[in-house]
């Protein structure tokens, strides 16, 4: 199972871009790249995922080098209400579910 | 509404004492996890389920134990808890095909005296 490495914390402020890297060097080529939110005491909830190049949705964008070795969280404009925990995942697309969700990224967006 | 429902939300029990946090999904799904959040060591997977009668261990699942016999329900038992299980549990389901996209329930805030 590829393993994933996030910074611990950020900190921006309201309207900026906020960039969260994550690094998983030993993905497989089965691998997804998932992208998780977490506000206290809530589960958490999914907000992307990808496989290579960019992805899009409303909410935010994912980039993936096309080594795959690492990924980039992009959110537009954050508000006060993006403070958060988010976490990278690199699972399997199929086979087993055995996820390993690491310690995440504290984003605390300031006024 | 699509949602995966846990209970009891909060329980505070004590140590030996049998329990079972149920947990339940209304989307058809058939896998169905269980993971523990504790502070500074993020989301730790405990078993998984890929369908009905199909368990597996995660990377924590001393101390615990799970049923499936239904697709939508996926049970977490703990036997005889003791104090180092005193942590906030989730339950979730993913959806299969090419989405990994998981599901998660509300929580369980257990405490064990």
């Known amino acids: 199972l590829a393993k994933t490495t996030q910074p611990i914390s950020m900190d921006s402020y309201e309207g900026q871009e906020v960039n969260i890297t994550c690094s998983h060097n030993n993905i497989a080529t089965n691998d997804y790249i998932t992208w998780y939110q977490q506000f206290p005491s809530q589960g958490p909830r999914f907000i992307i995922q990808?496989?290579?190049t960019k992805v899009t949705n409303e909410v935010a964008s994912l980039f993936i080098p096309a080594d795959r070795k690492s990924s980039t969280l992009s959110l537009p404009r954050v508000s006060l209400s993006d403070t958060a925990v988010y976490y990278c995942l690199v699972g399997p697309y199929s086979g087993t579910y055995k996820y390993i969700f690491g310690t995440g990224t504290r984003l605390k967006v300031l006024a | 509404e699509a949602q995966v429902t846990q209970n009891p939300r909060y329980l505070i029990t004590v140590t030996g004492k049998k329990l079972t946090v149920t947990c339940s999904q209304n989307m058809n799904h058939e896998y169905m996890s269980w993971y523990r959040q504790d502070p500074g060591l993020g989301l730790r997977q405990i078993y998984y389920?890929?369908?009905?009668?199909?368990?597996d261990k995660g990377d924590v699942p001393e101390g615990y134990k799970v049923s499936r016999k239904e697709k939508r329900n996926f049970p977490l038992i703990l036997e005889s808890p003791s104090p180092n299980q005193t942590s906030l549990y989730f339950c979730a389901s993913r959806r299969g095909g090419s989405s990994d996209e998981q599901f998660f329930g509300p929580g369980t805030r257990l405490t064990v005296l």
């Open positions: 389920s890929m369908n009905v009668e199909v368990t």
């Open positions: 990808g496989y290579k």
